[in-house]
Structures are given as structure tokens and as C-alpha cells.
């Protein structure tokens, strides 16, 4: 586990300071070393898009590899229902205003192996989990949706309550055969599953 709370990230579970690049950082460094990014109870105060690819893996001989084994693992505590992680959408969020133009708060997604440099495929995005966490969106994000993942095999998003009374869409996208999606709770917003 790489704790988000912990050195050298230092993500603020207080809520009291935008904890965007820490969170990224972290989820990143998680990522890359295969492990997954545990965040203690706490508010997380967010202010942009936390971006959670999936990665091509660069071999020794220079080839790409499978990034299968370079999922993105975000867990929040299970261990007092009562003291949950949160990730904070802050309120007035730059670019989350607008419902004409929505945007994510937090992005599962997967680096193409095969349709060129830049481009995503959501069909093979390969055990990419969200554990744990809540999502609350702050006033004035009417354009934001919480959360989106639209993923393949062993994917899930599990055990999270997303508070969207300020947002758009709680959710955008779902996990395909072999992936899913358990005891999710959306209140609020315009559409709850889209």
C-alpha cells in the first residue's frame, strides 16, 4: 500500500488544503510500482480531475509490455463504517460549473495498447478497482460527474456512497463482463448512472 497521508505525498486528510497533485502523485507512484493507494479516513479536498490510467509498461528491450499488471487501486479504511474516506469536490471548482461542458472528478481509464499514443480503450481495462471512498460534490460543479469508469475484467467500483446534489451525474460509464459494480449509493443530481 502506498498511504496517501504518508511522505513524500502528504495529502491533507483535514480537507483544509487542495490535496490534487498529492492525490495524483500518489495514485501514480502506486501504479507504477503495482501497488495500491490507501487512503485513511479523512476529507480529501480535491480542485481538479484526478486522472487514474492505466499505463503501457515499457520492457527492458525497449518493446511495450502489458499494462495489465499496472492497474490503478485506489481503497479507502473498512475498518469503522462510521469514518469513511472522502474525496471533496471543493466548491467552484474550476471547469465543474458548466453542465453544457461536464467534467469528471475522478477518471478510471486505460492507455491504448494498439490505437496509437493519446488514446484510450475502456475494453481492455484490466482490474482497476475504487474501494471504500466517497465522493461529495461541492456547490457550484453542476457540470460535474463523480466518478467514471468504464472498464473490462476484474474492475469495480464497491462499498461507496457518492453525495451529488451539487452535480451532474454520479456516475458515467460501467465495468463489462467479468467487471462490476457493488453497493454503490448516488444521491442527488441530474441522472445517477448514465
Avoid: W
Avoid at 4 to 33: W, Y
Avoid at 152 to 162: R, V, Y
Amino acid at each position: 500500500f502506498v498511504d496517501v497521508t504518508a511522505s513524500p505525498f502528504l495529502a491533507d486528510p483535514q480537507g483544509k488544503k487542495d490535496s490534487t497533485r498529492e492525490i495524483q502523485q500518489a495514485v501514480n507512484f502506486a501504479r507504477d510500482h503495482q501497488m495500491a493507494a490507501f487512503f485513511p479516513p479523512g476529507v480529501y479536498t480535491i480542485s481538479d480531475t484526478i486522472e487514474c490510467i492505466q499505463n503501457l509498461g515499457v520492457r527492458a528491450s525497449g518493446g511495450l509490455g502489458s499494462p495489465h499488471a499496472h492497474a490503478c487501486v485506489l481503497i479507502g479504511s473498512a475498518k469503522d463504517p462510521a469514518r469513511r474516506a472522502v474525496l471533496y469536490l471543493q466548491p467552484n471548482a474550476p471547469g465543474f460549473g458548466d453542465d453544457s461542458k461536464k467534467k469528471i472528478a475522478v477518471h478510471i481509464l486505460k492507455r491504448s495498447f494498439d490505437k496509437g499514443f493519446g488514446n484510450y480503450d475502456s475494453g481492455e481495462s484490466y482490474n482497476q478497482t475504487f474501494h471504500n471512498i466517497d465522493i461529495r460534490i461541492g456547490e457550484g460543479n453542476r457540470g460535474a460527474i463523480a466518478i467514471r469508469m468504464q472498464a473490462a475484467e476484474g474492475s469495480s467500483i464497491q462499498d461507496c456512497t457518492i453525495y451529488n446534489e451539487h452535480g451532474h451525474t454520479g456516475m458515467r460509464g460501467a465495468a463489462g463482463s467479468g467487471g462490476g459494480h457493488h453497493n454503490l449509493t448516488i444521491i442527488g443530481g441530474k441522472i445517477g448512472i448514465d
